[in-house]
């Protein structure tokens, strides 16, 4: 159960549409390379770290904290960890939901046949169309925003729960059929050297950040979901191979995507691989437009990138509903409807981003980029680094030796290990230069 609610978290539009995109705009191999790498080395074990914490602390993540800082008679800062992750639930939420509204309103239109044989130039003109207009984007975004609100506040994750386990195994057939349809007719060798082949000229401190932030991102971790799903954790289970068997299913996932779109980018020289954020809903109808039967596999896709969504969507809320519940006397509905509500309404500054406010920006970004730039590429990994040296450095031992007994001890040894001298040092330096980089870029 927690394999299936954590992997549901994890595997999402990060995988699907954002790994893709960011890979295409930080040049290819090199970026992959170092998101592999910052997945191993920081992603896995930070996430050991965080289901840890909410095993011990069997509550809300910010309750958690509090309760773990308490008893070891820590200092009251630590419970930032949990006050960070339910704020940067709600600023991710806000513009998640609008993204999961895109992949929405593409499910109709795949069924309409809006893309058969359609080429670049429509399925562009196509997606300018959607952006452009502000009503169907809030339309589509509401709609997800009241699909994931409800299924929590009527507290049928559970049932969600099971259509994930059924749903998610289809998504993996789907993408590997798609793989085969971008080996036949796309550019499978220029995608393949583009996503393996690093070129290490192209990356800076900027896109190093990037990978860091995208590797907590996509694991879900520094943000209290993985820690609130931790809480469901039965005692006896081990952390370590479950971590291990979470990451590895998300890894795979994003490079099958990845190896789904980029041999369409390559076969199609109309199509830029740094695009950005509309790179998988260009490619992708192009390549439903031409195969046999894209229609129905169109609809499908979408259908299941938006339940992926909904399943990441539902652990978004869920540490900022849980503290509610605990702290304020809130029921399980109506904290759902307030933090959706919230979320919903920081959304619609994404969806001006888009037409209206497309000029507006803050320190460079537009009002899109900076919520993505504030949660993944700060919040994110600061709690990271928080999560890392607390449990490294400054929890009792014995707490973390006790939670991780059912597993191996030269794992144990070896975790532990990476986790006090590898992590902080590393993540710190990277958000360090990482930030420097970007500012001195946008100056
Ligand atoms: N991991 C999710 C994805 O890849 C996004 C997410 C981030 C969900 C943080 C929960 C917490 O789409």
Not at 8 to 13: D, M, P, T
Not at 25 to 42: D, K, P, Q, R, W
Not at 182 to 198: H, I, K, S
Not at 332 to 347: D, K, P, Q, T, V
């Amino acid at each position: 159960m927690f394999i299936m609610a954590a992997t549901g978290s994890a595997v999402g539009l990060g995988n699907i549409w954002k790994f893709p995109y960011i890979t295409g705009e930080n040049g290819g191999g090199a970026f992959v390379l170092v998101y592999l790498v910052c997945i191993l080395l920081l992603g896995i074990p930070v996430m050991v770290a965080e289901v840890m914490l909410g095993r011990r602390g069997r509550q809300s993540p910010v309750n958690a904290m509090r309760e773990l800082t308490r008893e070891a008679g820590l200092h009251g800062f630590w419970n930032s960890i949990g006050w960070l992750g339910v704020v940067a639930g709600l600023l991710i939420l806000s513009y998640y939901s609008v993204i999961a509204g895109w992949a929405l309103a593409y499910i109709p239109e795949m069924g309409k046949g809006t893309f058969q044989g359609a080429g670049v130039v429509e399925s562009q003109a196509f997606f300018d169309a959607l952006l452009a207009d502000k009503s169907r984007l809030l339309a589509w975004q509401s709609l997800f925003m009241v699909l994931t609100v409800g299924v929590v506040a009527c507290g049928v994750v559970k049932g969600l729960g099971v259509a994930v386990r059924i749903l998610m195994p289809l998504l993996f057939v789907l993408l590997l059929a798609m793989l085969v349809f971008a080996y036949r007719e796309g550019d499978f060798a220029a995608a393949a050297t583009f996503l393996f082949r690093p070129d290490f000229g192209a990356l800076t401190g900027r896109s190093v950040l990037e990978a860091l932030g995208h590797s907590f991102f996509t694991l879900s971790l520094g943000m209290g979901s993985i820690m609130a799903y931790g809480a469901y954790m039965p005692a006896d289970a081990s952390i370590g191979k479950t971590v291990l068997v979470v990451a590895l299913l998300d890894t795979l996932v994003a490079l099958m995507a990845g190896m789904a779109i980029f041999p369409i980018v390559f076969a199609n020289p109309s199509i830029n691989p740094a695009a950005g954020p509309e790179l998988l809903f260009v490619s992708l109808p192009v390549a439903f437009g031409a195969m046999p039967g894209g229609l129905l596999v169109g609809m499908l896709f979408f259908i299941l990138v938006t339940i992926a969504a909904w399943s990441s969507a539902i652990s978004l809320i869920e540490p900022g509903v849980a503290w509610l519940i605990e702290q304020r006397g809130f029921n399980r509905f109506s904290a759902n409807i307030l933090l959706g509500l919230m979320a919903w309404a920081l959304g619609l500054g994404t969806i001006l981003s888009f037409n209206d406010w497309s000029g507006v920006t803050f320190g460079g970004f537009t009002f899109f980029a900076a919520m993505d730039f504030l949660t993944s590429r700060i919040m994110l990994p600061l709690t990271g680094l928080f999560i890392a040296i607390f449990v490294g450095w400054v929890m009792p031992r014995m707490t973390a030796k006790s939670e991780l007994n059912g597993d191996n001890s030269k794992m144990y040894g070896l975790w532990l290990w990476v986790l006090r001298y590898i992590c902080p040092p590393a993540i710190g330096v990277v958000l360090l230069v990482g930030l420097y980089d970007t500012f001195a870029a946008a100056n």
